[in-house]
C-alpha cells in the first residue's frame, strides 16, 4: 500500500529566504509525482507535475525534484514571499487494489512566510 | 475555462436523510474521481470513474454511490448521511492516467 510523508506538518521562515519542502513515498512504482497549493478553506490548486520519468520541473520560482528509487521528492520556493503561505500537498499516482486512477496523498506541510 | 465544478460549496444535513453533491467538467476528461479531506488523514479516494459508464470503488466507499451516464458530470450519493460522513469533499479529474490532476473548490459537509 503506497504511503506519502511530508514533514515537517508546519514550517515558518522569514520572507525572502529559500526554502524546501519534503515529501517521501514508500512504493516507487508511481506514473507521476504533483505537487498542489491549498489556501485555507479553498480548493487544491496544482503546482507542478513531474512524471516518473522525469528529474526535476521548475515553474517560476518553484522547483520540484524526483527520486523514484529513494522514494523522495523535495519542492523548492525561491525568494519566499507572504502570499506563499498556504498548505502544501504531495501526492502520488500509482495503482493497486483501486486501479489506476488513484492519487495517494500527504497530510502536507503547512507554510508560513513572516513578513 | 470553468474547470470542475462542485455545488453545493456548503451542506448541513441531519443525520438519515440523503443528498447529492455534484461534479462537473467541461474538458472532457476521461477519469474523474472524489476524494474527502479530514484533518489530520490526507485526502481519501471514495470512488472513481475511468470513463461514461464505468465506475469503481476507492479506499473509502462506504455510505456512497456514484454513476457517470455522462462525461461532463460524476455525482456523489450519500444514501443515509451519519455523522462520520463530515468532511469535505473533493472532485477531480484528469484526461489520461499520467497526466495533471485537476479538483474542484470542494464541498464542505456538515451532519448532525
Known amino acids: 500500500k503506497q504511503e506519502v510523508t511530508q514533514i515537517p506538518a508546519a514550517l515558518s521562515v522569514p520572507e525572502g529566504e529559500n526554502l524546501v519542502l519534503n515529501c517521501s513515498f514508500t512504493?516507487?512504482?508511481?506514473?507521476?509525482l504533483q505537487w498542489f497549493r491549498q489556501d485555507p478553506g479553498k480548493g487544491l490548486t496544482s503546482l507542478l507535475l513531474?512524471?516518473?520519468?522525469?528529474r526535476e520541473q521548475t515553474s517560476g520560482r518553484l522547483n520540484a525534484s524526483l527520486d523514484k528509487s529513494s522514494g523522495r521528492s523535495t519542492l523548492y520556493i525561491a525568494a519566499s514571499q507572504p502570499g506563499d503561505s498556504a498548505t502544501y500537498l504531495c501526492?502520488?499516482?500509482?495503482?493497486?487494489?483501486?486501479?489506476?486512477?488513484?492519487?495517494?496523498f500527504g497530510t502536507g506541510t503547512r507554510l508560513t512566510i513572516i513578513p | 475555462n470553468a474547470g470542475v465544478t462542485q455545488t453545493p460549496k456548503f451542506q448541513v444535513l441531519k443525520t438519515g436523510q440523503s443528498m447529492t453533491l455534484q461534479c462537473a467538467q467541461d474538458?472532457?476528461?476521461?477519469?474523474m474521481s472524489w476524494y474527502r479531506q479530514d484533518p489530520g488523514m490526507g485526502l481519501r479516494l471514495i470512488h472513481y470513474?475511468?470513463?461514461?459508464?464505468?465506475?469503481d470503488q476507492g479506499e473509502v466507499p462506504n455510505g456512497y454511490n456514484v454513476s457517470r451516464s455522462t462525461t461532463e458530470d460524476f455525482p456523489l450519493r450519500l444514501l443515509s448521511a451519519a455523522p462520520s460522513q463530515t468532511s469535505v469533499y473533493f472532485c477531480?479529474?484528469?484526461?489520461?492516467?499520467?497526466?495533471?490532476?485537476?479538483f474542484g473548490q470542494g464541498t464542505r459537509l456538515t451532519v448532525v
Open positions: 512504493d516507487s512504482a508511481i506514473y507521476n
Open positions: 470513474s475511468v470513463g461514461a459508464g464505468i465506475t
Open positions: 474538458m472532457n476528461h476521461e477519469y
Open positions: 501526492a502520488v499516482r500509482s495503482g493497486g487494489n483501486f486501479g489506476n486512477e488513484k492519487l495517494t
Open positions: 513531474i512524471q516518473s520519468s522525469q
Open positions: 477531480a479529474s484528469s484526461p489520461y492516467i499520467d497526466t495533471e490532476a485537476f
